[in-house]
């Protein structure tokens, strides 16, 4: 027959909350044990609400027929979309949210439901066969799709027997994407109460393209007062490192976190992992200690790129722990270009507030780990400029420990040491190679320095000190050196070196670059232990102390400037290295207390005071070189001497005087009082001498012919005498020319 209802009303607990309007093609037959209705179709509301379900059994047992003591259901399929029109009935029925809430696609088909009326729910019994089921997520409960499955129901327990295969799972409070499942199998216990429901598994395997795993799950939910419960626990085989992003519960985790674990988890071989979830669902990460979430992951020949500005780290074998709201990894083996790290740990303590920190170990010969700091923009800006100017080799420790928060424009803080262990250190350019470099020495983003390094430095033992700030780098240097071998280095065109025996005590504090861009060295010693085998004022024993200061200046185009102190005497010379040949261009010589006069131009300053010079220690210390000095090259002269020894004569008061192109002695002695004007050059004009007093004593022979200039080299004279005596004895005036 054919059946059109409408304003359907029946008590049957089940049919309430059924649409009131249906129509249906049936059959039924009748015995005296029962009746079996068989639905050809079933069409539920009217007009553009109705729809369909596909023909069915139904077998009634009992001798009133409208309430049978026993029902039997069985469909041969139906889609499962059309399940949706029974929300309010299965809410009725006591399914829970988010069950009786999910939008169900596929097919079940080969239905078998039975129940009795007296217990309705308690005793219902079902098989069915489901394929291709899917549903979208609702809050919390993970979406699937592609699923087949046998289900089984047993009052109010369900059984679900799953083996699919391409499946997924779409979780997007946890995974960026949904999950495609290669192979998805297990038992799926489902079950309700009017206290809350349950679903869980003692095993689901799940196989993708980028891991196998196998799966034990227990959920609790809807219990009055309580949040849903979580009790998980996964292993994890054969994975994938650069699919690793995708499994971590990315959802509870920033975006910056999660753009960092996309681009730092480049490649490797996964061979175990594991997952604990275990407490409230509404808790996780759980930073308040009220539950588990714990992953492990063995990582093997992996590729960890964990920021922009440093190399990555490659072949690495690493265990990545995921504990509460955090991330930590430990390695065991790793290579950072030509490094091979030690331990190495990487840390992210808060996903809520991500930072990233590294903390590792290295032992490696020092000219890899400097190309390892050349290959590090943060450590490169702070020591390229250092580095370019020295050379490292030899056995090196690095420990650095590196930090930045995973935000945009966030800076990173780096601090960390090298430890050298029989190093080489090498000042390019400038003869200095440190042999043997021991010691410990410390780092930051912005500075480098270390104290006590021991090292040789031209056969002899040094101490260092280390300090490089704003990529400027000073050097103090301390140890007992050969004083001639410095004059050699740093007063390279300079006889002097052959005048000065012994070894002393020195400091020497070296800036690269100095103020214009080149070096400065600045060496002082109290000189004990070293003779100068000089004339006064340079003049010194070995046992004596008398200090030095020299400050040697070269600037970026090979300018090089000294500035020395030694006891009365103060020098400042200009080299000018970076033209072949020039040689010291400008000297300034200052005698006695007060500050050095720098020298205007090319040539030599000569100003200041001496109580006591020795012309004929010095002409012989200079090798008896001839009387007549080359003054072409003097600049400036202004020098005052309270007595002068030379020529067999002592005077007191002698003052030398530059001026309009000639030099100008004025002596006021008891002997001589009066003054020599000498031309400049000395062939250019006339040697003019005024004496106001001159008082000759007669002496002896020298002991040695004394070198004269020849006579074509010298000016014309002009000398005039106002009061000329012999041994005190009046001989008048004397005036005398020559041509």
């Known amino acids: 027959g054919r059946l059109d209802v409408s304003d359907l009303e029946t008590p049957h607990p089940l049919a309430q909350g059924a649409p009131r309007e249906v ?4 059959r039924w037959l009748v015995s005296d044990q029962g009746w079996t209705l068989i639905h050809d179709w079933v069409r539920f509301g009217r007009g553009t609400d ?25 469909v041969s399929r139906v889609p499962l979309a059309e399940l949706t029109h029974w929300r309010e009935l299965l809410r009725e029925r006591g399914v829970p949210e988010p069950l009786a809430s999910l939008n169900l696609r596929g097919t079940a088909s080969d239905i078998q439901l039975s129940w009795n009326s007296s217990a309705p729910v308690a005793s219902v019994r079902g098989v069915a066969r489901l394929d291709g089921v899917g549903y979208d997520p609702v809050g919390r409960v993970p979406g699937i799709d592609g699923v087949a499955a046998e289900l089984s129901l047993v009052g109010r327990h369900l059984a679900v027997g799953m083996d699919a295969r391409d499946a997924s799972l779409n979780a997007p409070g946890l995974f960026t994407h949904p999950l495609a499942i290669k192979r998805l199998s297990g038992i799926l216990d489902i079950g309700w109460e009017e206290g809350g429901w349950s679903l869980g598994s003692n095993q689901i395997a799940i196989d993708t393209a980028d891991a196998a795993s196998l799966l034990r799950l227990r959920l609790d939910g809807a219990r009055p007062g309580q949040p849903a419960r979580i009790d998980l626990q996964a292993h994890f085989q054969n994975g994938n490192v650069a699919a690793v992003s995708r499994y971590l519960p990315v959802g509870i985790m920033r975006a910056p976190l999660v753009e960092w674990l996309n681009r730092a988890l480049v490649n490797g071989r996964m061979p175990y992992g594991g997952l604990i979830i275990r407490g409230p669902l509404n808790k996780i990460p759980y930073r308040d200690h009220d539950g588990v979430l714990l992953a492990e992951l063995g990582v093997e020949d992996g590729i960890l790129d964990y920021h922009t500005a440093w190399p990555r780290v490659e072949e690495l074998d690493v265990e990545l722990v995921l504990r509460g709201a955090g991330l930590s990894a430990k390695a065991s083996h790793g290579r950072l270009l030509e490094l091979s ?22 032992s490696a010969d020092a000219a890899d780990l400097v190309d390892f700091v050349n290959a590090t923009a943060s450590l490169q800006s702070l020591l390229g400029a250092t580095l370019d100017r020295l050379s490292l080799a030899g056995p090196t420790a690095l420990e650095v420990r590196f930090s930045r928060p995973l935000k945009p424009m966030a800076s990173a803080t780096v601090e960390g040491g090298l430890t050298f262990d029989g190093a080489e250190l090498t000042i390019r350019d400038k003869d200095m190679d440190f042999i043997g470099l021991t010691g410990a020495s410390r780092f930051t983003e912005r500075s480098f320095g270390a104290e006590g390094l021991q090292a ?51 400091r020497a504090d070296l800036t690269l670059p100095g103020a214009d861009g080149g070096l400065r060295i600045r060496l002082n010693s109290s000189l004990l232990g070293t003779a100068i085998v000089a004339p006064e004022p340079l003049a ?18 090979g300018r090089a400037r000294i500035q020395t102190e030694y006891g009365p005497v103060r020098a400042s010379l200009n080299l000018d290295q970076g033209e072949p040949g020039s040689g010291v261009h400008r000297v300034s010589i200052g005698l006695g207390p007060g500050e050095i006069v720098p020298a205007a131009g090319p040539g030599l300053t000569l100003v200041g005071e001496l109580a006591t010079l020795d012309l004929d220690a010095w002409s012989s210390f200079m090798g008896g070189r001839s009387a007549a000095p080359d003054l072409s090259r003097l600049d400036r002269l202004d020098l005052r001497l309270r007595h002068l020894h030379g020529y ?8 030398a005087e530059m001026d309009s192109g000639e030099i100008r002695l004025t002596v006021d002695d008891p002997m001589m009082m009066g003054t020599v004007s000498v031309p400049r050059p000395l062939g250019s004009g006339t040697l003019d001498a005024r004496f106001k007093r001159l008082n000759l004593k007669p002496s002896d022979p020298p002991s040695t012919a004394r070198s004269w200039p020849a006579p074509d080299a010298l000016p014309a004279i002009r000398i005039r005498v106002d009061d000329l005596m012999l041994d005190g004895d009046p001989l008048g005036s004397l005036e005398a020319v020559s041509y």
């Open 23 to 26: 129509s249906t093609s049936f």
């Open 50 to 74: 109705s729809w369909s379900m596909p023909g069915f059994a139904v077998r009634a047992m009992g001798e009133d027929w409208l309430r049978p003591d026993s029902v039997a259901l069985e």
């Open 341 to 362: 790290p030690g331990e190495t740990r990487v840390e992210i303590p808060d996903f809520a507030q991500p930072v990233l920190s590294l903390d590792t170990r290295v």
């Open 456 to 506: 040789t430095l031209w056969n002899r033992p040094v101490l260092l000190d280390v300090l490089a700030v704003d990529k400027k780098l000073n050097v103090t240097l301390r140890g007992k050196l050969e004083t001639a071998a410095l004059f050699r280095r740093y007063v390279p065109q300079s006889s002097w070196a052959e005048y000065v025996v012994g070894e002393s005590p020195w």
């Open 540 to 557: 010194k024993p070995e046992s004596s102390e008398r200090p030095i200061t020299l400050d040697y200046s070269l600037d970026s185009v």
């Open 648 to 655: 067999g004569t002592d005077l007191a008061n002698v003052r």
